[in-house]
C-alpha cells in the first residue's frame, strides 16, 4: 500500500507548479454575458483528486492506480533576512511546515521561477488626483518585468457601482500600456474591500479556467491612498475569501492625506486605514508599501516584480482531512542560516478547509464590467 500511497501522491503534484493534471478544482465563479462580469463569492479553493471504484483483486495489477481523494494546500513563500533582504538558496530539508501546531510532511518543494497571474487593481478616485501619473508609470514598469507567460489584467475602481476591468488578463504588454493611460479620476467614495473582494474572486476564476497543468502564481497588486467608504462586503468577508483563496496581495499604499488625529477610545484614520492594508497582506503572505513620496513608486514596482518571483512553493496534504469548513494555522519555520543567519519566512496565515455542505453563497454587490477600448 505504501507504493500504491505513492503512485497518488504522485499524480497531485506537478513538477515545478505544485499540482497534477490528474486534480480537479470546483468553485462557484463569476458569469460573463454581454462584456459584464458579474462574481460572486466563491466556496473554498480546494483541490482533490477524482475518485474511482477501487479494483477487484482479480484485476489488480502493478500498473492499476487507486485514486485517493485528498486535499492539496499550496503554499507561496518568501524568505527574507532582519534587513528585508530575499534569500534563494535554502535546500527543502531548512523547511518545516506546522498546521494548527501539527508538523507536516513536505510532499513537493520547488524554488524554479513560476510564471504569475496578477491583477493591477488601481484607485481612480478624486484624492488619488496627484499620484495618478506617477502610478501609471510604475504600473508600466511592473508589466513591462513580465515574463512571456505572466498575464495582467488592469481593474480600474472608484466606488462599489464604478469597478471596471478595463482590460482582461494578457500577455501583451502594449495592450495593458494603452488600458494604463486611458486611467482617469473621477469622484465617489472609495471602495476598496469590494474591489479587492471582486478582483480575487477574478483572478481566481481565470485561474481556475486554464488546465490543470498550466498552474500558475496568483498575485494582486492594489495601488490606493485611503480608507474605504462605500463597500457593500466587510472585512470578515474579504478575509474568509483570503482563507479560501491562493492570491497574494501587495499593497501600495498613499495614506500621508488621512488624519492622525485619533478619537477618544479611537485610532486615528489614517492609522485605522494602515492596519486593514497589513492585515490584507499579511493575510495572503503578500507585503506593504507606504512611500513618503510618489517618486519612491517606480523602485517599489522593481521590488514588488523581484518579491512575485523569488518565492519557495512547498506542496503538502494535511494531517487533518476533515472536511469542515474551518480555519486551519499555518506556520512555516526555516531553520537559520550560516553564522546565525536568521532567515525569516513569509506566506498566508491560514487556510478554510473544505467544506462538505458548501458555504453560503453571498449575493453580489455590483457588476464588474469591461469597459469597452473606443
Known sequence: MKGLKLVALMLVFFAGAGISAAISLSADAAETTNGAATPTPTPSASVRSTPTPTPTPDVLNSDDVIRVEAELVNLNVRVVDRNNRTINDIPEKDFKIFEDGTLQTIDFFSRSEVPTNYALVLDNSGSMRSQLDKVIEASKILVDTNKPEDETEIVRFIGRDKITIEQPFTSNKQDLADSLDNLFIEGGQTAIIDAVYLAVENVDKYEK??????????????????????????????????????????????????????????????????????????????????????????????????????QYSIGYIPTNDRKDGKFRSIKVVVADGPNGQKRIPVTRAGRTADNSDGPPTLAPPVNVIKTPKQ
Do not use: C
Request: aromatic share 8%; proline share 3%; no cysteine.
Open 209 to 310: 479556467s486554464k488546465k490543470a497543468d498550466d498552474r500558475k502564481r496568483r498575485a494582486l497588486v492594489l495601488v490606493t491612498d485611503g480608507e474605504d467608504r462605500d463597500s457593500y462586503y466587510n472585512e470578515k468577508q474579504l478575509f474568509d475569501l483570503l482563507r479560501e483563496s491562493e492570491v497574494q496581495i501587495y499593497i501600495v499604499g498613499f495614506l500621508g492625506e488621512l488624519s492622525k488625529e485619533g478619537g477618544f477610545i479611537g485610532k486615528s484614520p489614517q492609522a485605522k486605514a494602515k492596519a486593514f492594508l497589513q492585515r490584507m497582506a499579511d493575510e495572503s503572505g503578500g507585503k506593504t508599501y507606504f512611500p513618503a513620496d510618489v517618486n519612491e513608486l517606480p523602485d517599489i514596482a522593481r521590488q514588488i516584480s523581484g518579491e512575485l518571483r523569488t
